[in-house]
Nanobody, 120 residues
Framework: VQLQASGGGLVQPGGSLRLSCVVS????????MAWYRQAPGKQRELVAT????????NYADSVNGRFTIDRDNAKNTTSLQMTDLKPEDTAVYYC??????????????WGQGTQVTVSS
């Protein structure tokens, strides 16, 4: 299983970025996907999830209304559109493939991470 994330970079506050994650080695269509992030000195946090069926999405409160997760099952790709970026969004962003368990999203596989830096 491979998850290849891309799209990170340096952006000014208020700017936008789009992250993408190409997945291989699993049946992508039915697999819930997620984006996490980890800022320096902090724990990795769940940012957004998207279900495999019907593509229902959920977001952390800190990004709700600014970030949008989507998926293209024909291209085995999930993306995270980030708008109105803030310095506190600075982190390494990871895509994950997993499932929904009794306590929420459980990641099975991880991408390599892509750095997002929001700074003027």
């Amino acid at each position: 299983v491979q998850l290849q994330a891309s799209g990170g970079g340096l952006v000014q506050p208020g700017g936008s970025l789009r992250l993408s994650c190409v997945v291989s080695g699993i049946i992508f269509r039915g697999t819930p996907m997620a984006w996490y992030r980890q800022a320096p000195g902090k724990q990795r946090e769940l940012v957004a999830t998207i279900a495999g069926k019907y593509s229902r999405a959920n977001y952390a409160d800190s990004v709700n209304g600014r970030f949008t997760i989507d998926r293209d099952n024909a291209k085995n790709t999930t993306s995270l559109q980030m708008t109105d970026l803030k310095p506190e969004d600075t982190a390494v962003y990871y895509c994950a493939a997993g499932y929904f368990g009794g306590r929420g999203y459980i990641p099975d596989y991880w991408g390599q991470g892509t750095q997002v830096t929001v700074s003027s």
